[in-house]
């Protein structure tokens, strides 16, 4: 979206020049129903939930690709990034055991792609205080203060570790004026246009737009106001940890690629290899630099059972989504 000062018109948009449209056909889903432009004709949902999504984005796909047959014998990979970290593993686990049990046409799942994705709300969060350590965000003192007094756990704290309160309190004065989601970007008071965050409120007007819902083919009556993140809308967490998803799908072969922007403070790189690093498969294609114009673009790692991980560098996961 070009980065205009908003003056009441329509926002424009601008052709991105790697696009993965340019090679693949994709569909874009809004889930929970209610979230987006999603909605139900038919029926009201019980309270959605992590489990409960990856049954229904799986009935989605065989309606969708009931009615859609031409493209039912494609390569078919799921694809998300941040929450969905949780969700996406559950859903290609759900595909494949529609697959093996029940339904036609099969979908052709051939594996599943995840930016920066939250996969054990553990390991994700006590991975950001080394992560701020290797950035330069706090002092190594004060590193090596909370990793003799935390012993790695700096969430779930124990009431009684004072020491580790005091020291893990520092740490929030140290960091909480950084922008988490990229951390060479600056923490915006108001939406500029040299705040990151500022395309959002463009996508807001954008996606509010009469002639964009008209062109999107809208059903006017589906939903009220386009909200970015509806967080409203009631959900049961029922995941906790995406990892039991992970080992199902690749004992069942599927391919899979997990790569973080290398400057995400919110779900840090750290975290993802520590996950990745705990399944204990064996490395295939050991750590080098991947290239775009001659230039490294980030690093990558292959393992044994097919999963990729990568790295972007100075980036965040969603610029990629």
């Given at each position: 979206?070009?980065?205009?000062?908003?003056?009441?018109?329509?926002?424009?948009?601008?052709?991105?020049?790697?696009?993965?449209t340019?090679?693949?056909?994709?569909?874009?889903?809004?889930?929970?129903?209610?979230?987006?432009?999603?909605y139900?004709r038919?029926?009201?949902?019980?309270?959605?939930?992590?489990?409960g999504?990856?049954?229904?984005?799986?009935?989605?796909?065989?309606?969708?690709?009931?009615?859609?047959?031409?493209?039912s014998?494609?390569?078919f990979?799921?694809a998300?990034?941040s929450?969905?970290?949780?969700?996406?593993?559950?859903?290609?686990?759900?595909?494949?055991?529609?697959?093996?049990?029940?339904?036609?046409?099969?979908i052709n799942?051939?594996g599943?792609?995840?930016?920066?994705?939250?996969?054990d709300?553990?390991t994700?969060?006590?991975?950001?205080?080394?992560?701020?350590?290797?950035?330069?965000?706090?002092?190594?003192?004060?590193y090596?203060s909370?990793?003799?007094?935390?012993?790695?756990?700096?969430?779930n704290?124990?009431?009684r570790?004072?020491?580790?309160?005091?020291?893990?309190?520092e740490?929030n004065?140290?960091?909480?004026?950084?922008f988490?989601?990229?951390?060479?970007?600056?923490?915006?008071?108001?939406?500029?246009?040299?705040?990151?965050?500022?395309?959002?409120?463009?996508?807001?007007?954008?996606?509010?737009?009469?002639?964009v819902?008209e062109?999107?083919?809208?059903?006017?009556?589906?939903?009220?106001?386009?909200?970015?993140?509806?967080?409203?809308?009631?959900?049961?967490?029922?995941?906790?940890?995406?990892?039991?998803?992970?080992?199902?799908?690749?004992?069942?072969?599927?391919?899979?690629?997990?790569?973080?922007?290398?400057h995400?403070?919110?779900?840090?790189?750290?975290?993802?290899?520590?996950w990745?690093?705990?399944?204990?498969?064996?490395?295939?294609?050991?750590?080098?630099?991947?290239?775009?114009?001659?230039?490294?673009?980030?690093?990558?790692?292959?393992?044994?059972n097919?999963?990729?991980?990568?790295?972007?560098?100075?980036?965040?996961?969603?610029f990629l989504?």
């Amino acid at each position: 979206m070009k980065l205009d000062v908003y003056n009441g018109t329509l926002p424009s948009l601008v052709s991105t020049t790697y696009s993965w449209t340019k090679t693949s056909s994709i569909i874009f889903l809004d889930q929970p129903v209610g979230t987006g432009f999603s909605y139900s004709r038919t029926q009201q949902f019980n309270k959605p939930s992590d489990s409960g999504e990856a049954k229904r984005i799986h009935e989605f796909l065989q309606k969708w690709l009931g009615k859609h047959q031409v493209f039912s014998s494609n390569p078919f990979y799921v694809a998300g990034d941040s929450y969905s970290g949780l969700v996406v593993p559950a859903t290609v686990q759900e595909i494949s055991k529609g697959n093996y049990e029940c339904c036609n046409p099969p979908i052709n799942l051939q594996g599943y792609v995840l930016g920066n994705p939250l996969t054990d709300y553990t390991t994700g969060s006590n991975s950001r205080i080394p992560f701020a350590h290797g950035m330069a965000l706090i002092s190594d003192e004060l590193y090596e203060s909370l990793k003799k007094t935390c012993k790695g756990e700096y969430t779930n704290v124990h009431p009684r570790n004072t020491q580790c309160l005091k020291f893990v309190e520092e740490f929030n004065k140290c960091t909480n004026r950084i922008f988490q989601q990229l951390i060479l970007d600056p923490l915006c008071e108001t939406e500029t246009p040299d705040c990151y965050i500022y395309r959002y409120l463009l996508t807001t007007y954008w996606a509010n737009d009469a002639t964009v819902r008209e062109a999107l083919q809208i059903n006017k009556e589906s939903i009220g106001e386009w909200v970015r993140c509806y967080y409203s809308i009631p959900y049961n967490n029922d995941i906790k940890s995406s990892m039991p998803y992970h080992v199902n799908n690749s004992i069942s072969g599927y391919r899979s690629l997990i790569y973080s922007g290398d400057h995400d403070f919110e779900v840090p790189y750290l975290g993802t290899q520590a996950w990745i690093r705990s399944l204990n498969y064996s490395i295939i294609d050991d750590w080098r630099p991947w290239m775009v114009k001659n230039q490294i673009a980030g690093y990558t790692r292959t393992y044994a059972n097919k999963m990729t991980f990568a790295t972007i560098k100075a980036s965040l996961s969603f610029f990629l989504t």
